[in-house]
């Protein structure tokens, strides 16, 4: 882990690393709806943010032929924006 956010606070994020932090995200997510520190609106609006953000990933790697490495800064600033989200709503007492 430590590489990989070494990496990412470089800059040079690469796609793998951009998937693997979608997948936590989402295993995050399933993890508050299981243990009740999400409620089913607050996931919800995760997911949908989340889907958004994918939707937004896939048409830059679509109409660029991949991810430049200013579209691949945004997206790790939008994930890392989204995690703080994820963990303020889990740990928000609302359950």
Avoid at 35 to 55: D, F, I, M, Y
């Amino acid at each position: 882990m430590g590489v990989m956010m070494g990496a990412l606070l470089a800059g040079t994020t690469s796609f793998g690393q951009i998937r693997q932090r979608q997948e936590n995200q989402q295993d995050r997510i399933g993890e508050g709806v299981e243990n009740g520190s999400l409620t089913p609106k607050e996931t919800s609006r995760l997911e949908r943010q989340e889907a958004r953000l994918n939707k937004e990933i896939r048409h830059d790697r679509k109409t660029g032929g991949g991810l430049s490495p200013q579209e691949r800064r945004q997206i790790n600033h939008q994930q890392n924006v989204l995690s703080r989200k994820i963990y303020r709503t889990k740990h928000d007492g609302k359950n």
